[in-house]
């Protein structure tokens, strides 16, 4: 079993920043891409940023310049640093993570549960 939970999402105003999280545990061989989506309500889901295990990153238009993705390996941890936060960054942000499991050859994806961000106006 592999699982990834996220934490650090909430409520902030326009302009602050929040910092999210997402951990794996269980049985993990090794891990390779991480990424973040958003899902806002009625909306599709968009990629904000993806990071590869040589750290190279790509981020969604909406948030470059904004948004920081980060990521240690000795702790099988992402995280996203979100600065100038607007509005319409408010959504359901979810971490996906590309991990092969022990004495397997098979990478697959895993999802985290998703974290509310809600930014006032």
């Known amino acids: 079993q592999v699982q990834l939970v996220e934490s650090g999402g909430g409520l902030v105003q326009n302009g602050g920043s929040l910092r999210l999280s997402c951990v794996a545990s269980g049985d993990i061989g090794s891990v390779y891409a991480m990424t973040w989506y958003r899902q806002a309500p009625g909306q599709q889901r968009d990629l904000v940023a993806t990071?590869?295990?040589?750290?190279?990153?790509k981020y969604g238009d909406s948030v470059k310049g904004r948004f920081t993705i980060s990521r240690d390996n000795t702790k099988n941890t992402m995280y996203l640093q979100m600065n100038s936060l607007k509005h319409e960054d408010t959504a359901v942000y979810s971490c996906?993570?590309?991990?092969?499991?022990?004495?397997?050859?098979?990478?697959?994806?895993?999802w985290g549960q998703g974290t509310q961000v809600t930014v006032s106006s």
């Open positions: 990071i590869a295990p040589d750290d190279i990153t």
């Open positions: 996906v993570m590309q991990i092969r499991r022990r004495a397997t050859t098979v990478r697959a994806n895993y």
